[in-house]
């Protein structure tokens, strides 16, 4: 195996693990849910929440794009 391989892989394992993470720490988007604890949170609390909720969506995004590519490029075996 070359070395250009060996570093897309770690990059590829690397990419998964956050993926995984990412994921976990998203919070779920159930029905009826928000309209129950939706009461109780301030205007502050929501948009705070939602920025920090966007950041993990556009990160997971980008990630699951690099995922991809380094799917493809890995298994065409060109290195």
Do not use: P
């Not at 997971?60 to 794009?65: Q, V």
């Amino acid at each position: 195996m070359g070395a250009l391989r060996i570093t897309l892989m770690v990059i590829f394992i690397l990419i998964c693990i956050a993926l995984v993470i990412l994921v976990l720490m998203q919070e779920g988007k159930s029905a009826g849910l928000g309209a129950v604890s939706g009461a109780a949170e301030t205007y502050w609390g929501k948009n705070k929440g939602r920025s920090m909720e966007g950041k993990l969506v556009k990160i997971t995004t980008g990630l699951a794009l690099g995922f991809m590519v380094l799917a493809v490029i890995l298994n065409l075996n060109l290195f």
